[in-house]
């Protein structure tokens, strides 16, 4: 088996249905796994993992990156592996916000997105590329933009104390 490779822009894969099963499997264990009594919702491992303070959050992304590095072995193009590295990056991020980080995570589901984007990339890989360049594309203007924004504000404060003890 000579492991996945690329034939006219398409991703094959011989081992890939084996591939998607297990990774299916992690993402159902981190994020689906437990139900909540009492209400229509399920939480995983990823969620209960978070909530040991300061390394819990690292684990969960450790944990989530290994499912982006896997996807990347597969070879699911770059955009799709920086788009799913996104989607953790966001899920660590605001997840390490005590209490508030965790009612997120139980939406965000960063692990389940990242393997519907690994199973739509495979059935789809064009169009799953492109729309991840986009969305790569405006999430990093919006973000170019925001620090843009601080900056000219920062400076707009600083001149303002600037001039009140001038």
Not at 52 to 61: E, M, N, Q
Not at 88 to 95: A, F, K, L, P, R
Not at 132 to 147: D, H, Q, Y
Request: aromatic share 8%; with cysteine; charged share 15%.
């Amino acid at each position: 088996n000579q492991g996945p490779r690329v034939v006219q822009g398409e991703l094959v894969n011989d081992d890939l249905d084996g591939a998607r099963k297990r990774l299916v499997s992690l993402a159902w264990l981190l994020d689906n796994s437990i139900p909540i009594p009492g209400l229509n919702a399920r939480i995983g491992l990823d969620s209960i993992i978070g909530l040991v303070p300061g390394i819990g959050d690292l684990i969960s992304a450790g944990l989530s990156m290994y499912l982006v590095s896997e996807a990347s072995k597969l070879g699911v193009s770059r955009a799709v592996v920086v788009r799913m590295a996104g989607n953790v990056i966001i899920d660590t991020i605001i997840g390490s916000v005590p209490f508030v980080g965790d009612l997120f995570d139980m939406g965000w589901k960063a692990n389940t997105r990242n393997v519907r984007l690994l199973i739509e990339h495979c059935d789809q890989p064009r169009k799953v590329k492109y729309t991840s360049w986009f969305i790569i594309a405006v999430f990093s203007a919006i973000l170019i933009a925001t620090v843009v924004g601080l900056g000219i504000a920062m400076a707009f404060v600083l001149s303002s104390i600037f001039h009140m003890f001038r």
